[in-house]
Every structure is written in structure tokens, then in C-alpha cells.
């Protein structure tokens, strides 16, 4: 009894976040740490842009495999900037990445982005100390390499391992680069090909700087550069648009370095991440580029949601007229599984897509499923003249092993399509057994767990003997 009021108690207090989760609020705040609440649709119901982009190699030219993933995520770092909810980037094939932006409201300028080349640059500017934002010209004639293709001058000797630097705005402006018609023409020391890691830290102060990591002939290009630049700024640029403008205290020559300046943690961070991730290691073109509409997509959600809706009504009058008393308690247990699924779906979150209902309607009969293959072995418990608490616990537990092993089937099932889906890039595939693997992990729980507390509380107090038509016999 004890157990039972134990798991009726963490029932009840699940029960309550879930219905929170679900019910619209405007979020949950812990200190530094939020998250929405929002339902997050997919392209299929909310309509948006999906945009296939492709590795741009010569033709017979393979492309790494490590090289891809590290696109793919450079593109989800470039369409999550975008500010669009929930989007969906994933490689399909060897050399090509799926975009799917929900909502998207100006479509070139998602296209544009994804366009882009990526460049990352270290930039000689002098003396002058160039505001974060300022579009600039550069010399870089081969993205590809760590030097650009430009002359890096002589290997400096050992100089000091630390190079904390400091932004001035109040340095005076001395051009060195090349005046031309349409504005200075300034020198890439280096490209983000050099940069290996960039992390964020916090030293006992408080005060927040990046750290970060260079290749062994980055550091030999920074060094030289850092040896004879003292004092002088080095500007750090994407797609030729200055990020930051640090000035160089003392050189580098090791591979490591540090920045400091008027850093937050965000704004650390996201330098940080341009750092690591501000250059495509692999060029790539959009092949395919469409907007979707969310007619079809809501015309099929509120055709689902009826179809559900009776479904729902169907299953729970056949459970309640075939096994009374019971059955009441299982559609009971049916709404607390809906409830906890849907609020996981939130708090994950998942991405709601046409297949993912449909996996998740698939649940809710493995859910009815389970309660049958109890009810059942209760029912046939009574019969043979146990009594009333004992034919639940008997019910539970000669039903458990084919719950399990039914259960685990499709739980391993769900992990082939998934793995299908994410190595294919067949998204549908994917959200329909993420979907499904929840509510078939949360069903378990509802069923024997819930379900059997539920019923103890119940049946523990009625007289079998007088209320047999409570249980269909």
C-alpha cells in the first residue's frame, strides 16, 4: 500500500508539471536558464522554405564524410541565427544537406545566407580599431588556404605564450591597406582554416575571454604576425563584415591564445562558435529551393485531429462496455499517458511533422494494448477464484512479459528507422519513430505503473463477490 500511494503521489505531481507544460504559459525561467513552452510544427504544417544544398566539387570528386557533418552544422549554426523556430537541417546522401526553415518570412535572405562562403579571416588593419559590423575589402585570393595564398614573411623567434588583448576604440585611425577607388583593400594574415578549437572561460574574477587553438601552420603564420605587430590590431571577419577587433598586447608563437576585451558570456560564446565553425570547409551550391505552403499541412492536421477524436471516443466506450470498472481506470490512465507524451514533446522538443502525429497515434493504441493484456489475465485471475487484490497483482505480472517483449520490439524498430532517417536524410521517416519510441517509453509507464496503482486504490476496497458485472464476468 505504501508503494502504491508512492507512485499515485509521483503521478499526481507529473501529472501537474505535464499539465503546465501543456497548457499555454509563457515559459519556465530558472535563474539564468529558460525555455519555451511553444509547440514546435514542422514545414508540413506551418508552411516555410525547404532548400537542398549541395557540395560544389568538380564532377568524380568525393567529398569527406567529416568535411559534410562539419557543413551541415556550420548551416544549422548560420540558419539558427535566422531566428526561425525550430529548424531542420540534415545530410542526405554523401554531399548534400536538406534545409527546412518553418515560418520563414523573406525567403532570398534565407537563401543568401545559406549561400554564403563562410569566410573567416584574421585581418592586418594597422593601428585603425574598426567597429564590429563594418563591411571591409580584403586581399584573400584562396579561401582554402590558412594563408589566403599571400606571402606571410619570415618565422619569428620564441616570444611569450599569452596574448590578452583589449579593444580601443579610442585608437586613431591609420590605414594600412590599399587605397583603391572603392574603398582600402586590407591583408588576411590568416583564415579560420587555422583555427582547430574556441572555448569560453570564466577565470576567478569573473571575467569572461576565449581561448582558442590553432593548427601547427597557423601558429607559425600567427606568430610572425603577432611578433611584428604589437600593438597594432588584428580584426577578425566573416564574409568580410568585421565580428571583432581585438588589439595585439604581446605575440603568440604556441598554438594556443587567449582574447579578452568587454565580453558577455552571449557575445563570448557566439564569437567562440564564428571562431570554430565560421568557415565551410567544403563549398556548397543551392541545387533546389522551394516555399511550402501550410494548406495541405492544416487541411491534414484537422482531418487527423477528427479522425483521432473518434478514434478516441471508439476505443474508450469499447473499454469501458467490455471491462467496466477497469476500463474506466485504463481511459483514466490513457489521458495521463496523452497529457505526459505531449508535454515531452514541448520540453524535448520535438518537432511536430504529419508523420510524428501519426507516430504518436500509433502509441496510444500500443497504449490501449497493453491495458487489454492486463485486463485480460485479471479477468481470467477472478475466474479461477482469486481474490480481488490478488488478481491484480497477478493480472500485472503474468502480462508483463509480453508488454516487455512486444514493447522492446517496437523500440527497436523505432531505432533502425531513426537511424535510417538521420543517415538518409529522410526526415519523415525519422520524426514518425522519435515520436512513436516516446510514447511507446512513456506507455509503460502509464500501464504498469499507473494503471496498477490506479486500480489497487480502487478495487482494493470492492467486495468482488457482490459486483461481478463491475468487471464484464
Known amino acids: 500500500m505504501q508503494r502504491n500511494w508512492a507512485w499515485l503521489i509521483l503521478t499526481f505531481l507529473l501529472v501537474a508539471a505535464a499539465t503546465y507544460v501543456v497548457l ?24 516555410g522554405l525547404q532548400v537542398l544544398l549541395e557540395a560544389d566539387v568538380p564532377a568524380g570528386t568525393s567529398v569527406d564524410a567529416r568535411s559534410m557533418d562539419v557543413a551541415k552544422q556550420i548551416v544549422e549554426n548560420r540558419v539558427n541565427a535566422l531566428g526561425l523556430t525550430e529548424p531542420l537541417v540534415q545530410r542526405q546522401g554523401d554531399n548534400r544537406i536538406v534545409v527546412e526553415l518553418p515560418a520563414v518570412t523573406d525567403p532570398q535572405q534565407a ?88 572555448q569560453v572561460q570564466i577565470d576567478q574574477v569573473g571575467t569572461v575571454m576565449i581561448t582558442f587553438e590553432m593548427t601547427p601552420a597557423g601558429s607559425q603564420i600567427f606568430g610572425a604576425h603577432t611578433s611584428s605587430h604589437v600593438n597594432q590590431f588584428l580584426a577578425i571577419v566573416l564574409d568580410k563584415v568585421v565580428i571583432s577587433a581585438p588589439r595585439i598586447d604581446s605575440a603568440i608563437t604556441t598554438e594556443s591564445g587567449t582574447i579578452t576585451g568587454n565580453f558577455t558570456t552571449e557575445s563570448a560564446n557566439q564569437l567562440a562558435l564564428q571562431l ?14 522551394r516555399v511550402v505552403g501550410p494548406t495541405l499541412g492544416q487541411d491534414s492536421v484537422q482531418k487527423s485531429a477528427l479522425a483521432a477524436a473518434i478514434g478516441v471516443v471508439v476505443v474508450a466506450a469499447f473499454m469501458i462496455l467490455y471491462y467496466r470498472l477497469p476500463g474506466i481506470i485504463a481511459v483514466l490512465a490513457l489521458a495521463i499517458y496523452g497529457v505526459l507524451t505531449f508535454a515531452l514533446f514541448i520540453l524535448i522538443p520535438v518537432t511536430l511533422t504529419l508523420p510524428g502525429i501519426a507516430g504518436f497515434v500509433l ?19 477472478l475466474r479461477g477464484g482469486r481474490t480481488l487484490r490478488n488478481a491484480v497483482e497477478a493480472g500485472f505480472s503474468r502480462a508483463w512479459p509480453s508488454i516487455r517483449d512486444s514493447n522492446i520490439s517496437t523500440l527497436i524498430t523505432c531505432a533502425i528507422l531513426f537511424w535510417f532517417g538521420n543517415t538518409f536524410g529522410a526526415s519523415i521517416v525519422k520524426g514518425f519513430a522519435l515520436t512513436l519510441a516516446l510514447g511507446v517509453g512513456v506507455s509503460l509507464f502509464t500501464a504498469i505503473l499507473v494503471s496498477r496503482s490506479i486500480l489497487h486504490l480502487f478495487l482494493d476496497r470492492v467486495d468482488f463477490s457482490a459486483r461481478h458485472s463491475w468487471f464484464g464476468i
Not at 170 to 193: D, W
Open 24 to 47: 499555454p504559459t509563457p515559459g519556465v525561467q530558472l535563474g539564468g536558464w529558460s525555455h519555451d513552452l511553444n509547440v514546435r510544427q514542422g514545414l508540413d504544417l506551418q508552411g
Open 363 to 381: 502509441s496510444v493504441g500500443v497504449a490501449v494494448d497493453a491495458n487489454i493484456l492486463i485486463f485480460e489475465r485479471l479477468k481470467e485471475e
Open 276 to 289: 570554430r565553425y565560421g568557415s565551410l570547409p567544403v563549398p556548397l551550391k543551392v541545387v533546389q529551393s
Open 111 to 198: 537563401i543568401d545566407t545559406l549561400k554564403e562562403t563562410g569566410l573567416l579571416e584574421f585581418v592586418d588593419v594597422g593601428t585603425a580599431s574598426l567597429p564590429e559590423g563594418s563591411a571591409i575589402q580584403t586581399d584573400c585570393l584562396d579561401p582554402s588556404q590558412i594563408d589566403c595564398g599571400n606571402p606571410t614573411g619570415i618565422l619569428p623567434t620564441a616570444m611569450p605564450t599569452t596574448m590578452p588583448t583589449t579593444a580601443d576604440p579610442a585608437a586613431t585611425a591609420e590605414p594600412t591597406a590599399v587605397p583603391t577607388a572603392s574603398g582600402p583593400i586590407y591583408h588576411t594574415v590568416m583564415t579560420g582554416v587555422a583555427i582547430a578549437d574556441a
